[in-house]
Antibody, heavy 122, light 111 residues
């Protein structure tokens, strides 16, 4: 079955760079149509998609955060890494990674990790 | 960005009664090829979201048939035929036609 798990620091200081890793199993990021996305949710607020990476290494970024984000994949390790620069307290949120199968279900997140809470504070 | 707007933001519903949530997009969600990429997700407190409905009206694996989706173009609806205790939480619509955007969420609680 498909599982995803996020890992990374729980606390970062303002202006620092956040690096999060999504480690997954049950699918391959070399399969056509497959993608992995990062989504965040500030406490008590709505979901926001940050970035996506696909089997063919195409990438998409949130227009409002594009300058701060980089998404990469390591197919051999079954991992996707998100970096976000210049962290600010407003970036405090639970960060999720999720699976997408464009050629089966469509461009939708059908499996999600449990999320990791990142707090930005000095 | 496509902006997704949900109504209502809160919906107290007696057990066993129906519930309905609306979602409107700022532009048409019809993609080239004719598909409409609108989904619904449910998030229980302290849990990640889970996919309920995709492409307007298709129930994802394991989703009970009391959940149904409808709509076209820019206006969509999620219906729960008879609300059960496990249905409480926040429901989000999400579009996949352009870079993914979510509605602000609708909280369903038992009245």
């Amino acid at each position: 079955q498909i599982t995803l798990k996020e890992s990374g620091p729980t606390l970062v200081k303002p202006t620092q760079t956040l690096t999060l890793t999504c480690t997954f199993s049950g699918f391959s990021l070399s399969t056509p149509g497959v993608g992995v996305g990062w989504i965040r949710q500030p406490p008590g607020k709505a979901l926001e998609c940050l970035a996506l990476i696909y089997w063919n290494d195409n990438k998409e970024y949130s227009p409002s955060l594009k300058s701060r984000l980089t998404i990469t994949k390591d197919t051999s390790k079954n991992q996707v890494v998100l970096t976000m620069t210049n962290m600010d307290p407003v970036d405090t949120a639970t960060y999720y990674c999720a699976h997408e199968a464009r050629y089966q279900v469509g461009p939708f997140f059908d499996y999600w990790g449990q999320g990791t809470l990142v707090t930005v504070s000095s | 960005d496509i902006v997704m707007t949900q109504t209502p933001l809160s919906s107290p519903v007696p057990l066993g009664q129906p519930a309905s949530i609306s979602c409107r997009s700022s532009q048409s969600l019809v993609y080239s090829g004719g598909n409409t990429y609108l989904s619904w997700l449910h998030q229980r407190p302290g849990q990640p979201p889970r996919l309920l409905i995709y492409k307007i009206s298709n129930r994802f694996s394991g989703v009970p048939d009391r959940f149904s989706g409808s709509g076209a173009g820019t206006d969509f609806t999620l219906n729960i035929s008879r609300v059960e205790a496990e249905d409480v939480g926040i429901y989000y619509c999400m579009q996949g036609t352009q870079f993914r955007t979510f509605g602000q969420g609708t909280k369903v609680e038992i009245k």
